[in-house]
Structure formats: C-alpha cells, structure tokens
C-alpha cells in the first residue's frame, strides 16, 4: 500500500484521539462503535425506499493491509503543533508501532447485497479504544460509498423490469473500481471497467465510439465502411453504435446491411445501440425495421444519461407508441439492455450517503460494559445506545415489516412483539402473534479477534441477497418515487435505557 492509501488514510484527529487515549491510559481498553446511516438517499425529484448494502469485502481487505510502518511513523513524526512541536511523542510512535495495525477486533455486519434502513446498525465493531477509533475514516470510506451506488443500482434494475442493465460510468466516476463492485451487486449485469470486470470474475461489456465512425467518415469511405470493418474484426460480437450521422436514414439501414452480410456468413448479428435522440420513439421504429429484416431477436442497447425515472419514462412510452407503428411493445422492451453511464456511478442527485460511526458502549472494569449515547437537540440525531442486535420482522404476507433493534439479551421470541420508534415518544406499534411469519437476525460474525474472517461468499452471492431482500419489500417501499416508509424500530427496553440516558446526560 502507498502511504495515502495505507493506514495513514484517515483524518487527522482520530490520530490525535487516540494518542490522548493513550496518554490517559484508555487505549486498550474495549469500545464499541456502530456505523449506521441516517436517511435515505434524495434525488430530488424521486427517493430511495431501502438501501442496499456494499463495500465490506474491500474494508475488511483494508484492515487486513493497513500497517504502522517505518514510512507510516516517519509521516507522524513530521507533523507539527501550532507552537512548532512535534505533535506526535516518540512514545505514542512507538506504542503504534508494537499494535502495527487493526488488531484485536470482533466485527459484526449485515452482509453485501442485504437491503438495510436508517438508523439501524450495518457494522457493529468492538475492539480496544484507539484501534477502533482508527478505524473510523477507512471504514466509512468503504461502506458508505459503495452501498450509495448498490443503491442505485438497485433502483435501475428494479426500473428496467428485468431489463439488463449495465454500468459504464467509469470515465466520470468519483471512485470507478468500487462503483463498479457496488453496481454489479446492486443488480447491474456487467461493466466496461475491464480490470475490475477480471477481479469480479464477469465478462466486460462493450461496443464502439462515435470517433470509430467519425474516422472512416473522415478517411476511409463513412459509416457504412465502419460497421463493415467492425463486423470483419468481431463477426460473433457485432453490435453497432447507429446515431453518428441520423439513426433512421442511415445508421440502422447501414447496420441491416452488415447484418444480413453476418448471417450470409453464418453469423448472428448482436444488434445496435442508440445513443442519442428519443430513446423510445427509436427503440420502436429500430425494432420495426430490424424485424422487417427478419432480425427480431436483435438487441437495443440505449444510452445516454440514463436514470432509474428516464428508464420507466422510456417504457411507459414504448408500451403507448409501439401499438401506433404495428409493433409488439412487448417484443421491444424484452430486447432492450440498458447502458447506465454517470448517472449511476455518481448517484446523481444524491452524490453521498450520512453514514455516521458512533459509539455506543465502553467498558469500565467491574461494571462490564457501559452503554453510550450522544445527546442532539435533534431527536433523530440521538445514538441508539449500549449492545445491540438487529431483527427483520416478516410480517403474514412473508414481507419485511420492521427492523427492530435490541438490547443483547431481549428476547425476541415473546409475542405479541411491542415496538417503540427510534426517536417519537408515544408512536408505538404492536405486532400480534397471527401478524408474525418469521423473526431473522441479520447481523452476521465477520472478524474475530484472533484474526478469523468468515466467509460470506463472493459477488454472485451478494447479488442473490440483494434480489431476494428487495422482492421481501413492500412493493409501496420499492416505489421510485415518494416510497412508502419501512418501519425501523426499538424493543421497550432498549427505548427505557435510551430514555433514561437522555435524561441523566442531559441535566
């Protein structure tokens, strides 16, 4: 690892925590934190319903590689006070340099591709102090990025119906590799990102540019001398960007002709991509002419500034036009894929999602574990405190209903279940006992203190948590627009110690 990508990226002052931890002889002992998540994203005209978690693997790869080394000391030991002192004591190095890294530490989290909600713990970490501390920045870094985009993603596959959707935003993305993993668990079939499609073991995904076009035009004969060249070079991969001169009049006629010299050959054609114009009216007057041609199994990639509200605007449009030209609506959308670029990678609309790191518990020699809260004039923003399990209610229907958090040692098993929202006094709900079909805890055993990792399975298995979570929602919460709200909750008794924590902390 490099020094910016290494242990030492973090900020500042959880270094300068943990040597005062460490000066006041609190570093080892054991803390735990919870990263949770505050609100959905917003996208402004449409809001996510549920996010889809991601980017735990890569973190707990990290932690795994993040060291105290002699070039990460020499860093601290550069850095100065406003006096002009060192602000980092040789002693305090020294310690960081016998812990060397993420050591000592039990992690618990909501594995990759499970839908999760606000508030409710998706990483629960206990560990000594400043270790865990540390931890901070490189864990929200990894976290909050990649489950923002999963969550896009999710939203898109979900808009496009079982439509194929692929990511290739790459060339304007914040982070490219992670929003690639993050897209291809939150639903997305492949990518254009070559090296991350080899590390995630699926096939990249492509055609041509414009200035593939744009060259022949210019040098050698035009479009149709393009799409002919490109069928010689890929004749069993031959899918053709049709919109660089004018989709109707020239470029799908140009690809028919190619086309048909393929099958002539023995080969079969893939089909053609629009990149610009009416997505839907073109979809509709390519597929009539591809089916006059006798290629009706041919693919329609579309493009451009793709979102999950632009993908349901263009099927609701082809379903209405597609009648008007004698074209089976249902025949177009099946052979639609979608090509998701920025829009995607970014999260546009929303670029960042409000995970937050807190802690909720610290122990204190003979009186165990203690739990911890932070106080905020903003109920909402108020820590659930002390150890915690979370649950996923099933309600009759076999949907999710509620997550519910709970003190370590309530039981579950009680009915009727009596719930307390997060933060509304008096907003109370009660689940009978006939209401209930199934109670599964979903936080799952990830890293020990010894250094075990368990295994939560690869990418394929990320994507299978996902599909079967989201089809468990609600379909008012699956909404792309103005969703229903899912039900996060607390157990009576964990609302009771929240309570009294407010109450003694606050005076």
Not at 39 to 51: F, N, R, V
Not at 360 to 374: C, L, Y
Not at 482 to 506: C, G, M
Request: glycine share 10%; with cysteine.
């Amino acid at each position: 690892m490099s020094i910016s990508d290494g242990i030492l990226f973090t900020d500042l002052y959880q270094l300068t925590m943990a040597q005062l931890y460490w000066r006041m002889g609190m570093a080892e002992r054991r803390a735990q934190f919870d990263h949770t998540f505050r609100s959905y994203p917003d996208y402004g005209k449409h809001q996510a319903g549920y996010c889809v978690v991601a980017g735990l693997a890569p973190m707990i790869e990290w932690m795994a590689e993040a060291r105290f080394g002699a070039a990460e000391l020499d860093v601290l030991r550069s850095c100065e006070s406003a006096s002009g002192h060192r602000l980092f004591g040789e002693d305090f190095l020294s310690y960081l340099n016998d812990v060397g890294g993420f050591v000592d530490i039990d992690l618990w989290a909501v594995p990759e591709g499970r839908v999760v909600h606000p508030d409710t713990p998706i990483t629960v970490v206990q560990g000594p102090l400043l270790v865990v501390q540390l931890l901070e920045t490189g864990l929200l870094h990894h976290l909050n990025f990649e489950t923002l985009i999963a969550t896009k993603a999710s939203r898109m596959t979900e808009a496009a119906h079982g439509g194929a959707v692929i990511e290739f935003g790459m060339r304007r993305a914040q982070n490219a590799n992670p929003a690639t993993r993050a897209a291809i668990i939150g639903g997305a079939i492949g990518s254009s990102n070559v090296g991350m499609s080899a590390v995630l073991g699926t096939e990249p995904k492509g055609t041509h540019a414009h200035s593939m076009v744009q060259v022949f035009m210019a040098v050698a004969g035009g479009e149709l001398d393009a799409f002919r060249a490109y069928a010689e070079v890929y004749p069993d991969d031959c899918l053709l960007l049709v919109d660089t001169i004018d989709t109707l009049e020239s470029g799908v006629p140009n690809a028919i002709k190619v086309f048909e010299e393929l099958r002539a050959k023995g080969h079969t054609p893939v089909g053609i991509r629009l990149d610009s114009g009416d997505l839907a009216h073109l979809s509709v007057r390519s597929a009539a002419m591809l089916d006059k041609a006798g290629f009706e199994d041919a693919t329609i990639v579309l493009s451009s500034q793709l979102d999950e509200l632009t993908i349901f605007q263009i099927r609701s449009q082809i379903a209405d036009e597609a009648p008007r030209y004698g074209v089976d609506a249902d025949s177009v959308l099946q052979r639609l894929v979608y090509g998701v670029g920025s829009r995607m990678a970014t999260s546009e609309g929303d670029p960042s999602l409000d995970g937050v790191y807190k802690l909720v518990a610290i122990e204190n020699g003979d009186d165990g574990w203690m739990p911890a809260t932070k106080i905020s004039d903003t109920p909402a923003k108020v820590v659930n405190p002390g150890q915690k399990r979370l649950w996923r209610i099933y309600d009759d229907r076999g949907q999710a209903t509620a997550d519910v958090m709970s003190l370590h040692d309530d039981d579950m098993d009680t009915r009727p279940l009596e719930l307390r929202h997060p933060s509304a006094p008096g907003v109370e709900r009660v689940l009978a006992a006939g209401r209930i079909s199934g109670v599964e805890e979903i936080l799952t055993p990830v890293l020990t203190r010894d250094g075990s990792v368990a295994d939560l399975g690869g990418i394929e298995e990320a994507r299978g948590r996902r599909l079967a979570d989201v089809e468990r929602l609600d379909p008012g919460v699956r909404r792309l627009v103005n969703p229903h709200l899912y039900h996060v909750s607390l157990t009576p008794r964990l609302w009771d110690l929240k309570q009294e924590l407010i109450a003694r902390f606050a005076h």
